[in-house]
């Protein structure tokens, strides 16, 4: 079956400008989680998304927020953008079983750079 | 709150090595935890997970990882490795529901002498 697809997977912004980033999860997983990879920050958790519904939420300023379909495709939206937002930003799938979890499946991110 | 440590930046080992990525975590409760591995410029690939059970796991392309609590470790290992096994490797731990929001270790990129 198809992975987690991240579209665009290249982008180039201007500093103010804001952007969104799409992210289509694996099949049947309803839960969307975003992070954030830069160098000096590593591998930062932005937030999830389940059933529509916001359940956790990393430290970033509100500039960063999200959505969530009914088809559990996710959006990502960074409004007023800095050059410190330029990184690689990945999205995960996960199933959000109840009694078990699962692991979550990566894409291959998207690459904003703020110029 | 949950933390990760990945003492070792980067590693260098000859192909045919063995390998030992060191992983401490820092986390409350029964901890789920992870073994990512990366390209460049790629996604997350998953080697392996612990969620309970035997502490010994196995993963994907001959990876293994030992949970050991009373050490708060999650150290990774391979008995022998390849030129393909350059990569950076990310260790992770989750919260009690799973998968969903990760905590990663600063992550060891791994480079292979031929």
């Known amino acids: 079956k198809a992975g987690v697809t991240q579209t665009p997977r290249y982008l180039i912004k201007t500093r103010g400008q804001q952007v969104t980033l799409s992210c289509s999860p694996i099949s049947g997983h309803r839960s969307v989680s975003w992070y954030q990879q830069t160098p000096g920050q590593g591998l930062q958790f932005l937030f999830e998304?389940?059933?529509?519904?916001?359940?956790n939420k990393g430290n970033f300023p509100g500039r960063f927020s999200g959505r969530q379909f009914s088809n559990s495709r996710s959006e990502m939206n960074v409004s007023t953008l800095e050059l410190g937002d330029s990184a690689l930003y990945l999205c995960?799938?996960?199933?959000?079983?109840?009694?078990?979890?699962?692991?979550?499946?990566f894409g291959q991110g998207t690459r904003l750079t703020v110029v | 709150a949950q933390s990760v440590t990945q003492p070792d930046i980067h590693i260098t080992v000859s192909e045919g090595a063995s390998l030992e990525l060191r992983c401490n975590y820092s986390y409350g409760a029964t901890p789920y935890l992870f073994w990512y591995v990366q390209s460049p410029g790629q996604g997350l690939q998953l080697l392996l997970k612990?969620?309970?059970?035997?502490?010994l796991v196995q993963g994907i392309k001959g990876f293994e990882a030992e949970f050991k609590r009373s050490q708060s470790s999650f150290n990774l290992r391979k008995p022998s490795v390849h030129w393909s096994d350059a990569a950076e490797y990310f260790c992770a731990v989750g919260a009690s529901q799973g998968a969903q929001k990760l905590v990663f270790g600063q992550g060891t990129r791994l480079t292979i002498n031929p």
């Open positions: 612990y969620f309970s059970g035997d502490t």
């Open positions: 998304y389940f059933s529509e519904t916001q359940r």
């Open positions: 995960a799938s996960s199933l959000r079983s109840g009694a078990r979890n699962t692991e979550a499946f």
